[in-house]
Antibody, heavy 120, light 112 residues
Framework: QVQLLESGGGLVKTGGSLRLACAAS????????MSWIRQAPGKGLEWISY????????DYVDSVKGRFTISRDNAKKSLYLQMNSLRVEDTAVYYC?????????????WGQGILVTVFS | QLVLTQSPSASASLGASVKLTCTLS???????IAWHQQQPTKGPRYLMK???????SKGDGIPDRFSGSSSGTERYLTISRLQSEDEADYYC??????????FGSGTKVTVL
């Protein structure tokens, strides 16, 4: 069965860095686009980044452009999110999700999420 | 700008039905949306994609109690025979050109 497992979260001071990883199993990882979505405490879902099957194109929400970098290693069936210059407002649970295309892009499998806490 | 609007909350009795609405902003009546369920302390789970013509395709293992429909700019999720585990937040989601995903603000369903 499809599984997505995030890791790498934790507590970090403002201005610091973290690298999240998402290990995929149960499907042909290289055939699917992938995304990162986050959820601040008590808030809704916010898409933050997308990467295509080959690694290009890539896109980000404006609030993380220039600070976050998405990447993937198809051989390792893994998705990554390098987060630099972290801010208090980046505090959230981060989810990786598989994307499928059907006259539009939709998210059909999600990980269980990993908490990132940024303190000042 | 594409916006998805959801009511903050909905409730119904155990065994009854509830219908959730996701409204697309004006001019976007041809967009499909996806529904996602988020039970307390869990990650979201994809339920189904609902097209503008009302057809829908469900995710793996989603019970028949969940169904989708559409009318104009409104996309619906109906949960029949409500069970206690259906108590959750429900989000609608679509995308816009440029690979930007858009989420509604979510509807919290309470089972009475």
């Amino acid at each position: 069965q499809v599984q997505l497992l995030e890791s790498g979260g934790g507590l970090v001071k403002t201005g610091g860095s973290l690298r999240l990883a998402c290990a995929a199993s149960g499907f042909s990882f290289s055939d699917y686009h992938m995304s990162w979505i986050r959820q601040a405490p008590g808030k809704g879902l916010e898409w933050i980044s997308y990467i295509s099957t080959s690694g290009s194109p890539i896109d980000y929400v404006d609030s993380v452009k220039g600070r976050f970098t998405i990447s993937r290693d198809n051989a390792k069936k893994s998705l990554y999110l390098q987060m630099n210059s972290l801010r208090v407002e980046d505090t959230a649970v981060y989810y990786c999700a598989r994307t499928f295309y059907s006259h539009g892009y939709y998210l059909d499998y999600w990980g269980q999420g990993i908490l990132v806490t940024v303190f000042s | 700008q594409l916006v998805l609007t959801q009511s903050p909350s909905a409730s119904a009795s155990l065994g009854a039905s509830v219908k959730l609405t996701c409204t697309l902003s004006s001019g976007h009546s041809n967009y499909a949306i996806a529904w996602h369920q988020q039970q307390p302390t869990k990650g979201p789970r994809y339920l189904m994609k609902v097209n503008s013509d009302g057809s829908h395709s469900k995710g793996d293992g989603i019970p028949d109690r969940f169904s989708g429909s559409s009318s104009g700019t409104e996309r619906y999720l109906t949960i029949s025979r409500l069970q206690s585990e259906d108590e959750a937040d429900y989000y609608c989601q679509t995308w816009v050109t440029g690979i930007h995903y858009v989420f509604g603000s979510g509807t919290k369903v309470t089972v009475l």
